[in-house]
């Protein structure tokens, strides 16, 4: 019988299922969980799934995964299908030729992590990175903040003031989601088809994480238009996140784009994200607020931050230099963006580094309202993997 390997399939089934344009990539970043692929083609809504009711690449591999060939596919099954070769064998190859080796870099220092966030021990091993063998920490996490409360975001009346919810950005500022911005944002967007509350006065926002699911992908169902987007935490809960770092960082001559997977992780252990896609969340006049630490939850990676607000772990420095709040995916540092005297670097690259003695190569994290904490990554980039 045919082995066909679970992540593919995901990936062939959204490719070949998906009716939106580059305008309305996944809102999430991330492919659908295995609870999410079910909930898709479920017609009967019975939790599993019957040869009837599958579709793409699932039909040929059916009978593989259906391992008690009791004829339906449940999620314990999706679960324990075939997993794919990881991610570094499917990237594109990246020459050595690009490795600079006269740039300064500074080895992760992983006594920085918090501990208690972190699951089981922090290891080490020698991973291809886009074709080049790279010693590597191996880190796990469920990306949850201990420092602080996670949320909250959407308001649930046009009366409530900035303290029942979280934040949103627009050209570089930062706007408080209050009752009265969700009842404004006709305005705030020159658009009268904005209403996100009813004529009661109470705000449309996903209060389940059916809901969650619902308005969280890029095709969002009719009925979540004109909502606030809020999934909780404990939803996700029990999702892993491992973050493939290179122990010692390599600075490439060439920048390399973030991609949609996590682009760094604090040192709570949550992942920083590339920016939200802010296109495909307002196309269905839906709106997706950060919490004031500059964090949200996607169903494809819990709870990830979006824009750096002071709120976690932070490093001193000896010197006037801003702290270390956490590290890129490629292994140097993100600092803040202002030193002790608050003052911002004027020397940054196109991704938002620079190079100093001390600390050789490292990022310093945009301000909140830019929705990019940093760029693109100068050096060869590791990867994060998100499961169930």
């Not at 040869?51 to 596919?73: H, M, R, W």
Request: hydrophobic content about 30%; overall charge negative.
């Amino acid at each position: 019988m045919k082995s066909i390997s679970l992540l593919c399939l995901l990936s062939i089934f959204i490719s070949c299922n998906s009716k939106q344009t580059k305008k309305q990539e996944n809102i999430q970043d991330q492919g659908p969980s295995i609870s999410q692929l079910i909930k898709e083609m479920d017609a009967n809504n019975d939790g599993k799934l019957s040869k009837a009711e599958v579709k793409g690449p699932l039909v040929d591999g059916y009978s593989s995964i259906d391992t008690n060939q009791d004829g339906f596919i449940t999620v314990d099954e999706l679960e324990k299908a075939p997993k794919p070769p990881r991610k570094e064998q499917q990237e594109s190859k990246i020459s050595e030729d690009l490795i600079d080796t006269s740039v300064k870099t500074v080895p992760v220092n992983t006594a920085y992590l918090v501990k208690d966030n972190i699951i089981g021990e922090i290891t080490q091993e020698t991973v291809s990175l886009s074709g080049i063998e790279t010693l590597c920490y191996v880190i796990k996490t469920h990306s949850q903040a201990t420092e602080h409360q996670m949320g909250p975001w959407c308001p649930t009346h046009i009366e409530d003031g900035m303290d029942k919810a979280g934040i949103w950005f627009k050209d570089g500022k930062v706007y408080d989601v209050s009752g009265h911005f969700i009842a404004n944002l006709n305005e705030f967007y020159s658009d009268d088809k904005w209403k996100v509350y009813r004529d009661d006065g109470t705000v449309r926002y996903t209060d389940t994480e059916e809901g969650c699911i619902a308005a969280a992908k890029p095709d969002v169902e009719e009925e979540y238009n004109n909502y606030c987007v809020q999934c909780l935490p404990e939803y996700f809960k029990d999702q892993v996140t491992t973050f493939i770092i290179p122990v010692t960082p390599k600075y490439l001559s060439t920048p390399q784009n973030l991609g949609r997977g996590g682009l760094g992780m604090a040192f709570n252990g949550v992942k920083f994200d590339p920016p939200a896609p802010t296109e495909a969340i307002l196309a269905a006049h839906t709106i997706a607020p950060l919490d004031d630490h500059g964090g949200h939850v996607n169903p494809h990676g819990g709870y990830h931050y979006h824009a750096v607000t002071g709120s976690t772990k932070e490093v001193a420095q000896k010197d006037i230099h801003s702290p270390i709040l956490g590290y890129a995916i490629d292994g140097f540092g993100i600092f803040a963006l202002k030193d002790k005297d608050g003052k911002e670097p004027e020397d940054l690259d196109e991704c938002g580094g620079h190079t100093d003695e001390i600390r050789g190569y490292h990022y310093h994290a945009g301000a909140p309202g830019d929705n990019q904490i940093i760029k693109c990554l100068h050096g060869l980039p590791g990867y994060t993997e998100v499961q169930e």
